[in-house]
């Protein structure tokens, strides 16, 4: 299978844009997540989903929306991209109640905002 | 606040044995994780501890004592394949996970 698949791989961005990183799951995991990881700092959430239809903010939400129309997908968007938002975007998965259960992490997106 | 203490990197002789110390303080306690991470890939699970004591899982052991706030990865056996980083993990009382910035192991020959 699978798992969760992450796109674009990468992309550069110019300030001010907007960009939707995509993400798929298919294992029918009910919470999803997404984090971005920055060098010398741990995994931030930025925003999660326990079901479909919910969503929630994390940690680091300002800048970013999300949307979880169906168990499948949950896609993270920037509506007007800024140079701090430069960094690794992991989409994440878990099967149990949030944040109780191994999470399953997509390969990444590394984006860049010039 | 809520913090995770691990070192920034480590090195290890290829063959050997090394542990990784992790020290957090969250908000209530619902667990320690471990996750191991290759440069440039994604973070994969390792292991769970919710009781105090020490888990075995092939060459990779992980132990808490949730007293002293206090966890460590084992690592035997090691192979050049170990070298990566590895991410401490608590979850708080509201499940909400609290990521160390990782320790970096490198593996020499």
């Known amino acids: 299978t699978a798992g969760i698949t992450q796109a674009p791989t990468s992309q550069i961005l110019a300030a001010g844009r907007s960009m939707t990183l995509r993400c798929t799951q298919d294992m029918r995991h009910n919470a999803m997540y997404w984090y971005r990881q920055d060098l010398g700092l741990g995994l931030r959430l930025i925003h999660y989903?326990?079901?479909?239809?919910?969503?929630g903010k994390g940690e680091v939400p300002d800048g970013y929306s999300v949307s979880r129309a169906n168990t499948d997908d949950f896609p993270l968007t920037l509506a007007s991209a800024v140079p701090s938002q430069t960094s690794v975007y992991f989409c994440a998965s878990s099967d149990g109640e949030r944040d109780t259960g191994e999470l399953f992490f997509g390969e990444g997106s590394r984006l860049t905002v010039l | 606040g809520q913090n995770i203490d691990q070192p920034t990197e480590m090195t290890a002789t290829e063959g050997a044995i090394v542990q990784i110390n992790c020290t957090y303080q969250?908000?209530?306690?619902?667990?320690l994780f471990w996750y191991q991470q290759h440069a440039g890939e994604a973070p994969t699970f390792l292991s769970y501890?919710?009781l105090d004591g020490l888990e075995e899982k092939g060459r990779f052991s992980s132990f808490l004592s949730r007293s002293k706030g206090y966890s460590y990865l084992l690592l035997k056996e090691l192979q050049m394949k170990d070298s990566a980083s590895y991410l401490c993990?608590?979850?708080?009382?509201?499940?909400?996970?609290?990521w160390g910035a990782g320790t970096k192991l490198i593996i020499k020959p």
């Open positions: 989903s326990n079901t479909a239809g919910t969503t």
């Open positions: 969250t908000s209530g306690f619902n667990g």
């Open positions: 501890n919710v």
């Open positions: 993990v608590g979850a708080d009382s509201n499940y909400q996970l609290i």
